[in-house]
């Protein structure tokens, strides 16, 4: 087909290519990135000069943690891993505790200086150039670290020790490569706000059809949000004896702070860091630990699950020798199966101490079951520790008949 070009005063071919023109679609993109996934880990040595004489190429492992879909672990060891060393040196290694395969990561290990000097002693693969790249651990129980990490008698008279504990840090930043195609489109979700449109709901009192009397306070509810949230109120306001429930309803043996955070939680699904309580004369009160405490009672007691769990978590955070042997009666009677797993593990790993404190005296006395549960916890450990921490528990006689005197508390000591 021929066309008429008025600038050339004649006739051109439709159907032939105008010169220098690219004719087709325009070519596709992607990109591969390669990053590390980093996650890092806290490990306190607590005893350290009682952990020396284990002997060489034994260890104190961590707790394990996780960084990019694998489990790792610190493992130190007090008189070395080398035979050949003869414990002069300890020695600190990051191992990989899950299954793997060519499990490509940089590492870093830091043993901190407890003066408050901030002369930490740190070995890292991160912001330098390494000539061989990221290091790689073939299959679980491949460990990164040193062998010669630090001369024994220079660590016992450094800094790095302090109370007869040491404090090592680690990072971990396993490699991953993914690769990308171009975004033609983006559209932002905004976050969900249905916590704070039903949190006004409580806020602004509007369209309320229930009273919560707590004490000397008045709570304005709704019923329906109160039933969907909890079932123990839907069985109350809507069950089968809910015609003889009035529009007022007295709460018991729960502080009025307590039940206004956990109304709180029913309208927000959260926490707040500080509750306001009181009508004549308003005050502030935080959510410590004591009210997570109480709140831990209340999510049981309204089988509101979520709740309980996140109580857990913040008690779990707490627990420590002193009030382990509490925490751990208040989860097996609120049913917060979860804290009482870390109770058991943590007084399992820290029996000793813990037999000693003036908590465990008590769980003797209000909750004698929870000592079996201690034992068996124990003997997941070591069978060996189980047998002698049955004497200590039972306040009777060790095996070859001999008596065995209960440890006396911190009050008796």
């Known amino acids: 087909m021929a066309l008429f070009d008025p600038a050339r005063g004649q006739l051109t071919d439709a159907t032939a290519p105008i010169h220098g023109a690219v004719i087709g679609p325009a070519p596709s993109r992607s990109s591969s990135v390669t990053q590390t996934i980093n996650g890092s880990h806290h490990f306190t040595i607590q005893g350290y000069s009682l952990a020396k004489g284990m002997g060489v190429g034994k260890y104190i492992a961590s707790d394990t943690f996780s960084v990019g879909d694998y489990q790792w672990a610190v493992y130190f ?28 990561a940089l590492f870093e290990l830091t043993l901190l200086d407890q003066s408050g000097k901030g002369k930490h002693k740190v070995h890292s ?36 020790l302090k109370n007869d504990c040491l404090s090592i840090s680690c990072t971990v930043g396993v490699v991953v490569s993914s690769t990308q195609g171009p975004r033609l489109h983006s559209i932002v979700v905004p976050e969900s706000n249905i916590g704070e449109q039903f949190g006004s709901l409580f806020d602004e009192a509007e369209n309320t059809d229930i009273t919560f009397v707590v004490g000397s306070e008045k709570f304005k509810a709704h019923k329906l ?3 969907a949230r909890s079932p123990v109120f839907g069985a109350q306001l809507y069950g089968a004896l809910a015609d003889n429930v009035t529009d007022t309803i007295e709460i018991q043996e729960i502080e009025p702070y307590v039940f206004k955070a956990l109304l709180h939680f029913i309208y927000r699904d959260d926490l707040p860091e500080v509750i306001e309580v009181g009508s004549t004369a308003p005050s502030s009160r935080n959510i410590d630990t004591m009210t997570i405490q109480h709140l831990l009672a209340a999510a049981d007691r309204y089988s509101l699950d979520r709740l309980r769990v996140i109580c857990e978590s913040r008690l779990c955070k707490e627990v420590n020798v002193e009030n382990v042997a ?43 079951p929870l000592q079996s549960e201690i034992l068996r916890a124990v003997a997941g450990v070591d069978d060996h520790a189980a047998t002698s921490t049955w004497a200590q528990l039972s306040d009777s006689t060790d095996v070859d008949g001999q008596g065995v005197k209960r440890p006396a508390s911190s009050a008796e000591a």
């Not at 150039?129 to 008279?157: C, D, N, Q, V």
């Open 326 to 368: 509490a925490t751990l009666a208040l989860a097996d009677r609120h049913h917060a199966f979860q804290l009482k797993a870390v109770c058991l593990k943590f007084a399992a790993g820290n029996l000793a101490a813990v037999l000693h404190s003036d908590g465990f005296e008590h769980l003797r006395e209000s909750c004698p």
């Open 225 to 227: 949000v109160m039933a």
């Open 77 to 104: 060891y007090p008189d070395g891993k080398n035979q050949e060393d003869q414990s002069i040196y300890v020695s600190v290694f990051i191992a990989l505790v899950s299954e793997g395969t060519d499990v490509r």
């Open 125 to 160: 693969h991160f912001d330098r150039a390494l000539e061989s790249g990221p290091y790689t651990l073939k299959y679980r129980g491949s460990m990164w670290g040193y062998k010669r990490f630090f001369r024994r008698t220079g660590l016992e008279t450094s800094d790095y």
